[in-house]
């Protein structure tokens, strides 16, 4: 069982920056995708950002440019650095990860994961 700690969220005017951590904790492996999702209201989970089975940085389209993901295996840490955040990008933000194997946009598909942390919310006003 994983245990997903994630902290770092806060209210921002536009054009700020965040920068988000989620610290895994319990049976990790180096090659099972970790990353970023967020959950608007009213709105189904999306993929942000995540770490795939390769070790490389998979970015949704929606942030590209603005928001860039890291890892730190010996800290079993990833970041998510937030900047020019816009108003659109108020959300709970959500680290998961899960024992599978994904490369490229496709570890940016909730359904895939079932291990979630309890979550982090993001407020950007105009």
């Known amino acids: 069982q994983v245990h997903l700690a994630e902290s770092g969220g806060g209210s921002v005017q536009a054009g700020g920056s965040l920068r988000l951590a989620c610290v895994a904790s319990?049976?990790?492996?180096?090659?099972?995708?970790m990353g970023w999702f967020r959950q608007g209201s009213g709105k189904e989970r999306e993929g942000v950002a995540v770490?795939?089975?390769?070790?490389?940085?998979i970015i949704a389209d929606s942030v590209k440019g603005r928001f860039t993901i890291s890892k730190d295996s010996a800290k079993n840490t990833v970041y998510l650095q937030m900047n020019n955040l816009q108003p659109e990008d108020t959300a709970m933000y959500y680290c998961g990860t899960d024992n599978i194997y994904c490369l490229t946009t496709y570890c940016l598909m909730s359904y895939r994961y079932s291990n979630w942390g309890q979550g982090t919310q993001v407020t950007v006003s105009s």
């Open positions: 770490i795939d089975s390769a070790g490389n940085a």
């Open positions: 319990g049976y990790t492996y180096s090659a099972h995708p």
